[in-house]
């Protein structure tokens, strides 16, 4: 990983230690996937790093011009990278700016060489990297996206539905949804209770901002469970949006401990609907005092 700087000099990352991307290469007929992830050399060891570097994506085709083939490949995604975006100021998508590149395909005894690079084959059964490492790839309507985008009720309804409606907490009657979703410590919005559901199934929702779900654990001097919708990553036929399960331990309460949970839901997009593709608890945190 070395670049030459505005001097003319060549500079590598973290040097003196050598850092390089191991190019994994799937071709399946005429489409062709670059999977690129950073590794560290020390001596004769390879290190896999979780960041370093960041991890590139790439999708194109294979086509021939006179006797020779070429390979136009996109860049479709890249964890950890900072990317130009174009945003649109109507509908307040973001779409990152895709750099297209066009290389000749060139074979060097059983080698394959693109860009320099040289691949050794590998069969099927001994391919080095999961297949689903290759998913990374996605259309350009998957990539453009809304970060945290303002009163998706729909979605927040049929999200607080999925959740109430899981077999795995044990819910009362009535649940507290909180009115104030924050990113970190800064509220983005307060939902208008109602345009959100009174009731889902068989339970009774109450709206009540943080300030008082807190003065309600203060006078009853008991722990409050309550619901916190958080981020919201919406594109143009998917969303993906987060929820946590948490609990307000009052002042008067001692020796008490319990669990806060996140979850996470995914929804494809089909007209004014979502239909959920996948949600899961991704993790708790243990609360004391």
């Not at 303002?150 to 049929?158: E, K, P, S, T, V």
């Not at 979850?263 to 959920?276: A, F, I, Q, R, V």
Request: hydrophobic letters at 35%; aromatic letters at 16%; a neutral charge.
């Amino acid at each position: 990983m070395c670049w030459i700087n505005s001097k003319g000099k060549k500079e590598c990352y973290d040097a003196p230690r050598k850092w390089y991307h191991k190019n994994n290469l799937l071709i399946n007929n005429d489409s062709i996937f670059i999977y690129k992830e950073p590794i560290h050399i020390h001596k004769k060891d390879t290190l896999y790093s979780a960041s370093d570097g960041a991890f590139f994506y790439f999708a194109g085709k294979i086509f021939k011009n006179n006797d020779q083939y070429f390979a136009t490949l996109l860049m479709t995604n890249c964890d950890y990278c900072a990317r130009k975006v174009i945003i649109d100021s109507i509908t307040g998508y973001v779409t990152p700016v895709t750099d297209t590149f066009t290389y000749q395909l060139a074979n060097v005894k059983t080698d394959l060489v693109i860009n320099n690079v040289t691949y050794k084959l590998q069969k099927n059964d001994s391919f080095p990297i999961p297949r689903q490492y290759f998913n990374q790839f996605f259309t350009i309507e998957d990539i453009s996206y809304r970060r945290n985008p303002l009163q998706q009720y729909d979605l927040i309804n049929q999200c607080l539905n999925d959740f109430l409606n899981q077999d795995t907490l044990d819910f009362r009657d009535t649940i507290i949804v909180c009115l104030d979703r924050f990113e970190f410590d800064d509220k983005i919005e307060t939902f208008d209770k109602n345009l959100l559901n009174k009731t889902f199934n068989k339970y009774i929702v109450d709206y009540l901002s943080l300030n008082d779900i807190f003065s309600k654990s203060e006078i009853l001097s008991k722990p409050v469970r309550f619901i916190q919708i958080g981020e919201i990553y919406d594109t143009k036929i998917s969303t993906w949006i987060s929820l946590n399960y948490k609990i307000y331990i009052p002042s008067k309460v001692i020796n008490f401990q319990d669990k806060d949970y996140h979850y996470e839901y995914y929804y494809d997009k089909n007209d004014n609907s979502y239909n959920l593709r996948e949600g899961e608890q991704t993790g708790w945190s243990l609360i004391k005092k």
